[in-house]
């Protein structure tokens, strides 16, 4: 959380609200532990989207080791390309 906090600048409340969406899209409703990762089938599942190339290739932005699945670093950094006005060159050398 330190790493991620000290360079998107995302604040501990707001990570742990993440955290919690990250588990719901996981499946893990009442959890505030972290889930493993979360799949392919559950983001597509999650965003009420059926499979297709498109959504895959927006699956690959946020899975960033080409693991076949998104953790919750890759959850947040995804996050922050698009959807926080941040400092980008942080962002990218925090996914890398």
């Known amino acids: ?41 559950e983001f597509s599942d999650h965003l009420l989207l059926p499979k297709s190339e498109a959504l895959q290739q927006v699956f690959n932005l946020y899975d960033r080791d080409g693991s076949g699945t998104i953790d919750f670093r890759e959850y947040v950094i995804g996050l922050s390309l698009v959807s926080a006005p941040v400092n980008n060159d942080d962002t990218i050398d925090l996914a890398f």
Request: charged share 35%.
């Open 1 to 41: 959380f330190e790493k991620l906090h000290s360079k998107l600048g995302i604040k501990f409340d707001e990570m742990k609200n993440l955290l919690i969406k990250f588990n719901e899209i996981k499946g893990n409703r009442h959890s505030k532990e972290k889930a493993a990762s979360i799949t392919y089938d």
